[in-house]
DNA sequence: GTTGTTAGGATACGACTGTATCCATTCCGG
DNA sequence: CCGGAATGGATACAGTCGTATCCTAACAAC
């Protein structure tokens, strides 16, 4: 199969393949060589479709936010009958928990890109760009209900979207770790919804 | 100086100079040649002073924990003069939150372990002590606040703990990378622990 | 059919890794 | 004062890394 090969799906195997080493043996542990073998295919392919290792980074992470993305809008459109503020937050949040094996993995392989993008301003720059689309994206549906009035007047939407975030992303941690199971983590982001928008109704 | 050295002394020296580059650079540029020239030694000393590289990151690890509770009982003794229980959870919480330049470095190194241990168990057994223990101690001073009858009695100790901890995690991450000010994080921890023990005392 | 571009196999390069070994100091105890 | 242990400098080893190069198939267009 020499000619006429598609390049964005062989790109999308190989960076799946390292998806897969980052997931399950850490970011440390993926090289070009061991993306290869992963993916079955020889180390020049790997080179072929990437000019860098750089390159097959950064796609690992784009590929990451829209699969996490898809999984937000996957929820939004189950939900979509009942498509109360309430239940766009639990949509979006249930999205950020592990809460399958294929969810769990991406979560791990997200959580050692966020670790990298700590220390390599390259990947940071790609990498912030869902977690701010989804802090603004709630902020805003936080925004119209409290127009709405449908919660109380005196809380400022920015900071109680900052604090749902940061606890999924903390619990997300803590289920990884196994720490706590998906569903004691579940419990405790419904309690906090409960406050914010008074108890859930049936 | 041939014999007679504080071998002790020596491992701290190396050791901090591990978690100087873990926290700047990441724990992936952690290399025994790299210690050696942080900590102005050959690379012989190190290997003279840990059998292992493993050893070497234990030790790191361990020493970032030690370094942790020392904040926290720094932070307790400052605050003894009032020790609430509510007190009691704003030292705990706010000696997690990087609130100096130092306890900045700590927390990326810390979380450049958290990374690593997902993948590693060895590093995982060192790691999981800390958190476990904090989230006891805070758990048995909630139940206690209950008994006592300082708070709500229907909301569950361990979860409350539980959910507050993740928070101060999940903050601790968007404020290492710059999403955040220490300030607000600050601000919606307290606005958490209003929340759980009603407002704050002046 | 020839030509030229695309796709990939094979191999090599220099840098860096953790670890091991050899050897020279320096000092303590006898 | 002298033998032996403690300390560490210098160097080497076998792997692995990202990247580069060389060369050969296979097919499209002419």
Redesign the interface.
Known sequence: MPRQVDHDERRRQLTEALLRIAS??????VSMREIAAEAGVSLRVVQYYFTNKQALLESGLTELGARMDRRVKQRAAAAADELTPRGVFAAVLGAILPFDEQSELDS?AW??Y???????PAL?AVG?TL??AL?NFLTARLTAAQQAGDIDPDRDPR?EV??L???????T??V??R??SHA??T??ID??LD?LFGPAAA
């Open positions: 399950t043996r850490g970011l440390q542990a791990m959580t050692a966020y670790t990298a993008a700590l220390t390599d940071a912030v977690p701010n802090e900071t900052a604090g975030l940061a606890l999924a992303n903390g619990l941690s803590s990884l770790s720490q706590r004691a983590a419990e405790i309690y906090h406050r």
